[in-house]
Nanobody, 120 residues
Framework: QVQLVESGGDLVRAGGSLRLSCAAS????????MGWYRQAPGKQRELVAI???????????AVKGRFTISRDTSRDNAKSTVYLQMNALQPEDTAVYYC??????????WGQGTQVTVSS
């Protein structure tokens, strides 16, 4: 089992910045892919940024050049944290942001979500 806990969502003005954090615990050795999705009101959940199984990163076109995903793993491999640095935020970035992890057996895990609201 993998547990994901997000933090960092807030209300910010357009042009501002936020950093989201996702702390993963449990069987983190089994995590193959980890990253962020978002869901705006009335829209489907969409990929924002992820670390792929090879360690490379993928971003949706709408956030390229503005968002940066990074990660940090504790020395004992007991905890892994993925960050999403969001700069130049726009009202269309308003959504609930969800941390996601997929393990080597294909099981998906989701965090509880953190609200990001960007005012114009």
């Amino acid at each position: 089992q993998v547990q994901l806990v997000e933090s960092g969502g807030d209300l910010v003005r357009a042009g501002g910045s936020l950093r989201l954090s996702c702390a993963a615990s449990g069987s983190i050795f089994s995590i193959k892919v980890m990253g962020w999705y978002r869901q705006a009101p009335g829209k489907q959940r969409e990929l924002v940024a992820i670390f792929t199984s090879g360690g490379s990163t993928t971003y949706t076109d709408a956030v390229k050049g503005r968002f940066t995903i990074s990660r940090d793993t504790s020395r004992d491999n007991a905890k892994s944290t993925v960050y999403l640095q969001m700069n130049a935020l726009q009202p269309e970035d308003t959504a609930v942001y969800y941390c996601n992890a997929q393990n080597i057996w294909g099981k998906m895990y989701w965090g509880q979500g953190t609200q990001v609201t960007v005012s114009s």
